[in-house]
């Protein structure tokens, strides 16, 4: 086969392309109930252009899908979305969002395994949705933090009245964002290291 001319296989693009500097990378995987900001959230902080897998919703989903709150959505992600961030010079995060529609959690457990740790999406007007998503990772025993994603018609309450609602111990992280704005996005980001850099050294021998 002739690979010479326009029959040659292109590389990445430059500003795909892996920093020189990097040292280590860390799967995250973003999770939540359909609608919360999963796709936006690695639009907004990905340094590379997003790989989605999003579809247009279809008469299919009528009746099976829980579309509360998101009425005007037209696409839902199918598989997953992947982006990159680096943190640090030297640290490099590669970021999965899973699939929010129930029928395809499935895909989940390939999306988990090799995970250092998790961002929960939560919407303050479905909380309900947060307890199967919370449950999954803590089968597979994957640290996560908690990310209020702020909804303009969405009630706000005190952490501590949502740490109660949602049964969660006093050591995992519950933060306020904007999945919109790349700089709440990657202070959520931030949250999460630091959660998982406090486990790590918990568990170091003295």
């Known amino acids: 086969m002739d690979f010479k001319g326009s029959d040659t296989v292109p590389g990445p693009r430059t500003e795909d392309q892996l920093p020189h500097t990097a040292e280590a990378a860390v799967k995250i995987v973003i999770v939540g109930g359909f609608g919360v900001g999963k796709t936006t959230m690695v639009g907004s902080v990905s340094e590379i252009r997003p790989l989605t897998t999003e579809e247009t919703m279809t008469q299919a989903g009528i009746g099976v899908d829980d579309n509360f709150g998101s009425d005007t959505k037209t696409a839902t992600t199918v598989a997953m979305d992947f982006g990159r961030i680096s943190i640090t010079e030297q640290l490099v995060l590669y970021l999965f969002g899973t699939p929010g529609q129930e029928r395809f959690w499935f895909l989940w457990n390939g999306l988990f395994d ?14 309900e949705v947060s307890f199967d998503v919370m449950g999954r990772l803590e089968e597979r025993g994957v640290p996560f933090v908690v990310a209020v994603n702020t909804f303009p018609d969405a009630p706000r309450y005190p952490v501590d009245e949502l740490r109660t609602a949602l049964d969660l111990p006093e050591e995992i992280p519950i933060v306020e964002c904007d999945v919109r704005r790349r700089a709440s996005s990657r202070d959520v980001l931030m949250t999460l290291m630091h959660f998982l850099h406090a486990l790590a050294m918990a568990k170091a021998p003295a």
Do not use: C, N
């Open 114 to 127: 090799g995970a250092l740790g998790a961002v929960v999406l939560i919407d303050t007007r479905r909380l």
